[in-house]
């Protein structure tokens, strides 16, 4: 073993689907005890999931052994699966998208400015449900980043503003569109929400 670190670079950059021609491994090949816990061909329908990301690989250690070779230390985002995988023989520390075999560093989410029509529109919490909270980041688009809200019950009657928009990617949950909502009135609200969750239509509710 030549070294063995984590990873330091963006964790946005850290982002993989396995490309299903490598297995995964619970330790470094090479060290006592290492076996293959998951085959190459069960990976491969990771990459062509219709979840919601939740089989979206984060990078966090690199290690190489003593015939040049990288290996790459990941984890599901749903904390499935987690082990080192071969990513081929350039070290990725300084660029996490150097990596030739194992996985393929991928955009999990896609922002865009969202158009007039929308930025002047007010919107509305549909039904308070679990769809309804608000995310730091939109659910399954980062590792370990989720709820800003764990529930928006009290906040249903506000009047909220979209300043920004985006799409998740690589058909994850449909590709669904999200919104940026800001909340005047309770700005804890602020936060990503799926767009089919609001409405246009002031609700009435009481809780």
Same mark, same amino acid.
């Given at each position: $073993?030549?070294?063995?670190?984590?990873?330091?670079?963006?964790?946005?950059?850290?982002?993989? &689907?396995?490309?299903?021609?490598?297995? &995964?491994?619970?330790?470094?090949?090479?060290?006592? =005890?290492?076996?293959?816990?998951?085959?190459?061909?069960?990976?491969?329908?990771?990459?062509?999931?219709?979840?919601?990301?939740?089989?979206?690989?984060?990078?966090?250690?690199?290690?190489?052994?003593?015939?040049?070779?990288?290996? $790459?230390?990941?984890?599901?985002?749903?904390?499935?699966?987690? =082990? #080192?995988?071969?990513?081929?023989?350039?070290?990725?520390?300084?660029?996490?998208?150097?990596?030739?075999?194992?996985?393929?560093?991928?955009?999990? *989410?896609?922002?865009?400015?969202?158009?007039?029509?929308?930025?002047?529109?007010? *919107?509305? *919490?549909?039904?308070? +449900?679990?769809?309804? &909270?608000?995310?730091?980041?939109?659910? #399954?688009?980062?590792?370990?980043?989720?709820?800003?809200?764990?529930?928006?019950?009290?906040?249903?009657?506000?009047?909220? +503003?979209?300043?920004? $928009?985006?799409?998740?990617?690589?058909?994850?949950?449909?590709?669904?569109?999200?919104?940026?909502?800001?909340?005047?009135?309770?700005?804890?609200?602020? =936060? #990503?929400?799926?767009?089919?969750?609001?409405?246009?239509?002031?609700?009435?509710?009481?809780?």
């Amino acid at each position: $073993m030549i070294s063995n670190e984590p990873l330091q670079t963006a964790t946005n950059t850290r982002n993989y &689907l396995p490309t299903g021609t490598q297995p &995964l491994y619970n330790k470094i090949p090479g060290q006592q =005890g290492a076996k293959i816990s998951v085959k190459a061909a069960n990976l491969k329908a990771q990459a062509t999931a219709t979840d919601q990301g939740q089989t979206y690989f984060r990078g966090y250690r690199v290690a190489q052994t003593s015939d040049g070779k990288f290996y $790459m230390k990941v984890v599901s985002f749903d904390k499935t699966y987690r =082990g #080192w995988i071969y990513i081929g023989t350039t070290n990725p520390t300084t660029d996490s998208s150097h990596v030739t075999e194992g996985v393929n560093p991928v955009q999990t *989410f896609k922002t865009q400015a969202p158009s007039a029509v929308i930025t002047d529109t007010t *919107f509305y *919490f549909t039904t308070p +449900k679990a769809s309804t &909270l608000t995310y730091t980041a939109p659910d #399954w688009t980062q590792y370990k980043v989720g709820r800003n809200l764990n529930a928006t019950t009290a906040y249903v009657n506000d009047a909220l +503003k979209v300043t920004q $928009m985006g799409t998740k990617q690589n058909n994850r949950d449909g590709n669904a569109t999200y919104y940026y909502v800001t909340d005047t009135a309770h700005p804890q609200v602020n =936060g #990503w929400v799926k767009a089919s969750a609001v409405t246009t239509v002031k609700p009435n509710f009481n809780y």
